[in-house]
Antibody, heavy 121, light 108 residues
Framework: EVQLVESGGGLVKPGGSLRLSCAASGFTFSSYSMNWVRQAPGKGLEWVSSISSSSSYIYYADSVKGRFTISRDNAKNSLYLQMNSLRAEDTAVYYC??????????????WGQGTLVTVSS | SSELTQDPAVSVALGQTVRITCQGDSLRSYYASWYQQKPGQAPVLVIYGKNNRPSGIPDRFSGSSSGNTASLTITGAQAEDEADYYCNSRDSSGNRWVFGGGTKLTVL
């Protein structure tokens, strides 16, 4: 059974840093691209960042570029998101999600339960 | 602003059919995927590709696409289908992902 379990969320002051982790199990982690998707309270889903299976390709949303860093450790079956210079607008539930792509078929097939990040003084 | 456009809210009578649409230029190049999200829960994939359902998704859910518009149809909506629905695809660069703003479905 595929499982994605996020951790590392919490309360942080504006300008602070936080590192999120996502522990993957039930599949060959090193074969899949992974993503972080967030959802601010009462708002819609927002894609944050993606990383290819071997970390060769990394992309960020404009809203987090230069402040957030995505990484992975295939030996530990883990995905990370280092978040620096946090702002109030970064307050959200952060989900890790596995993506699948072949030809014109693209989708996120598994999601974690999310971890809440609150940025407030 | 989202590159995928959805109606904010749609309602349907119990047992009737409802279609939720998603518009965006990237849908001319990629099939949209659709996610159901209930309050306090993570999103769940309900439709991907031309019209594929993951295991466990009822066959009352179906997808279609024409030009720059993708549609999610629920035939015979049930009370448990009341949720937020999001479409998803690539952005105009082809490297990043984008979600529609979401459609809140109310089953009357």
């Amino acid at each position: 059974e595929v499982q994605l379990v996020e951790s590392g969320g919490g309360l942080v002051k504006p300008g602070g840093s936080l590192r999120l982790s996502c522990a993957a199990s039930g599949f060959t982690f090193s074969s899949y691209s992974m993503n972080w998707v967030r959802q601010a309270p009462g708002k819609g889903l927002e894609w944050v960042s993606s990383i290819s299976s071997s970390s060769s390709y990394i992309y960020y949303a404009d809203s987090v570029k230069g402040r957030f860093t995505i990484s992975r450790d295939n030996a530990k079956n883990s995905l990370y998101l280092q978040m620096n210079s946090l702002r109030a607008e970064d307050t959200a539930v952060y989900y890790c999600a596995r993506d699948r792509q072949w030809l014109v078929n693209i989708y996120f097939d598994y999601w974690g339960q999310g971890t809440l990040v609150t940025v407030s003084s | 602003s989202s590159e995928l456009t959805q109606d904010p809210a749609v309602s349907v009578a119990l047992g009737q059919t409802v279609r939720i649409t998603c518009q965006g230029d990237s849908l001319r190049s990629y099939y949209a995927s659709w996610y159901q999200q209930k309050p306090g829960q993570a999103p769940v994939l309900v439709i991907y590709g031309k019209n594929n359902r993951p295991s466990g998704i009822p066959d009352r859910f179906s997808g279609s696409s024409s030009g720059n518009t993708a549609s999610l149809t629920i035939t015979g909506a049930q009370a448990e289908d009341e949720a937020d629905y999001y479409c998803n695809s690539r952005d105009s660069s082809g490297n990043r992902w984008v979600f529609g703003g979401g459609t809140k479905l109310t089953v009357l």
